[in-house]
């Protein structure tokens, strides 16, 4: 087994695509998350969605019909995110953006790790569990509001002008992306001289055409990831290992 931060042949060709790029950006998925323990969506055996049916208990329908029975599930995933810390790999691409390495961080993910470890340009296109916001005024309600309100035993967090159930300020199934994100995701990705796809399979739409934008406009992809993407074809160089062990390799190769 390769050391931690021990640069190995395709961690130097990560570096050296970095130091080469201008208008380099990073795109995250699950999987930079995972060493925090936070669970995948699809990963067999542990997959958050191998337990539940993500469209009875994730769907705005669900969250419509029943926001008692979708509260039940999201009260026990916001208790599992809230004390989560960033990992080596948030640390990493926060470094890489410190140094003026990578201009902005694209992330599907919603647990705000990235922001945490220090990361200041983050696009989160999926939103963030910073907040809750009522369906009906649009009025936000923060994280540390939610939970004292589920500590004290309310199953349905509501808005309290409105009497209305709140909504995690995340994307449900069913529900499109938010436009401004995606606008800002799109033209990172169409400017980017490299795209960095960390911890993510991107199979999922209209995330996974974000790569497939930079190619188009001649720029480069590189892969730290663990299983299949379709892209894997596509890219200068993919890393299939631990993404701590492989993003400590990169930074040792800089």
């Known amino acids: 087994m390769t050391p931690p931060g ?8 990560v570096a050296e695509l970095i130091r ?23 990963t067999p055996g542990k997959g958050l969605w191998e337990k539940v049916d993500p469209m009875e208990v994730a769907h705005i329908d669900a969250f419509r019909r029943d926001p008692d029975r979708f509260w039940s599930f999201y009260s026990k995933r916001f208790a599992g995110l809230v004390d989560k810390r960033p990992n080596a790999a948030h640390e990493a691409i926060a ?24 990361s200041r340009h983050v696009v989160e296109v999926h939103g963030s569990i910073d907040n809750c916001v009522c369906p009906e005024c649009g009025g936000r309600v923060s ?3 939610v939970l004292e309100l589920l500590a004290a035993g309310v199953g349905t967090p509501e808005c309290v002008a409105c ?13 499109l992306l938010p436009q401004h994100a995606m606008a800002e995701a799109h033209a990172l990705a169409q ?16 995330v996974a055409s974000l790569p497939g934008i930079t190619l188009e406009a ?12 379709p892209y894997d074809s596509d890219a ?5 290992g631990d993404v701590v062990t492989e993003l400590s390799a990169v930074l040792a190769a800089l």
């Open 6 to 13: 021990t640069a190995t042949v395709g961690a130097t060709r």
């Open 20 to 42: 080469a790029a201008e208008r380099a950006v990073v795109l995250t998925g699950a999987g930079v998350s995972v060493p925090s323990g936070i669970p995948d969506f699809r």
């Open 95 to 118: 470094e890489l953006e410190r140094r003026g390495l990578v201009r902005a961080v694209i992330t599907q993910n919603v647990d705000r790790l990235h922001r945490r470890a220090g």
């Open 143 to 145: 994280l540390d509001e």
């Open 163 to 175: 009497i209305a159930a709140l909504k995690p300020d995340v994307v449900l199934f069913g529900e």
């Open 191 to 206: 400017e980017a001289d490299l795209m960095l796809c960390v911890g993510s399979s991107l199979e999922v739409f209209p």
């Open 218 to 229: 001649g720029g480069r992809v590189a892969l730290v990831t663990q299983g299949p993407t």
């Open 236 to 240: 200068e160089v993919k890393l299939d």
